[in-house]
């Protein structure tokens, strides 16, 4: 059995590993906390200013940011979060009609999704991973007007993303376009894009 000054050697370890554990734990936001809320409202809009940046730099048109996609798209990032549906696009027609029936003028629609559990630069991240992937720049690149951008933790963390493109002709008035930062790195798990013409 180890003596007291070999225990007493391991002590300062074990304090810290427990210190460690617990402040990190406390930079964790709650779910459903107003930090929660602010971060998640964060990434959604860095996310999508990165996205607008992209274009700009391509010589596109910035994207619109609309609320109803952006509720739209954030619905469907918690159902994947809480697993009322699989990381993928099911449901993705059922958004377009939704939104379909409250905006005028639909020409179509695409959707990207992605997932990470590792959250330094998590936008970058997604942006990144989307950029490389060719289907899901096609929905990047493509002759959409207004977008709107969703996001979701699990109860592990894992964040979800959904961004939902659209091509609505003429412009709805009500929207915004946001502004744009740098882009970054990294990798991430991320589905096939759901592109959709007009009808």
Not at 86 to 101: A, I, N, P, T
Not at 111 to 136: G, I, K, R, T
Request: no cysteine; hydrophobic share 40%; aromatic share 12%.
């Amino acid at each position: 059995m180890p003596g007291f000054p070999t225990i007493a050697r391991f002590l300062p370890v074990l304090f810290m590993l427990i210190f460690v554990s617990f402040w990190s734990a406390a930079l964790q936001p709650a779910h459903g906390s107003t930090s929660d809320i602010d971060f998640r409202s964060a990434v959604e809009r860095e996310t999508f200013a990165l996205i607008n940046g992209y274009r700009k730099s391509r010589e596109l048109p910035s994207l619109a940011w609309d609320d109803k996609i952006a509720k739209a798209a954030r619905a469907h990032s918690r159902d994947m979060a809480t697993g009322e549906v699989d990381f993928g696009h099911d449901g993705f027609r059922e958004r377009v009609s939704g939104l379909k029936s409250v905006m005028a003028g639909f020409r179509g629609a695409g959707e990207n999704v992605f997932m990470s559990s590792d959250l330094n630069e998590v936008a970058h991240q997604a942006v990144e991973v989307w950029l490389h992937s060719p289907h899901h720049l096609e929905n990047i690149r493509g002759d959409f007007n207004y977008s709107g951008m969703g996001v979701w933790q699990d109860k592990d963390g894992t964040i979800y993303f959904t961004q939902i493109f659209m091509k609505f002709a003429p412009r709805v008035e009500q929207a915004q376009a946001a502004e744009a930062p740098g882009v970054g790195t990294s990798f991430g798990i991320l589905a096939s894009p759901y592109t959709r013409g007009g009808e």
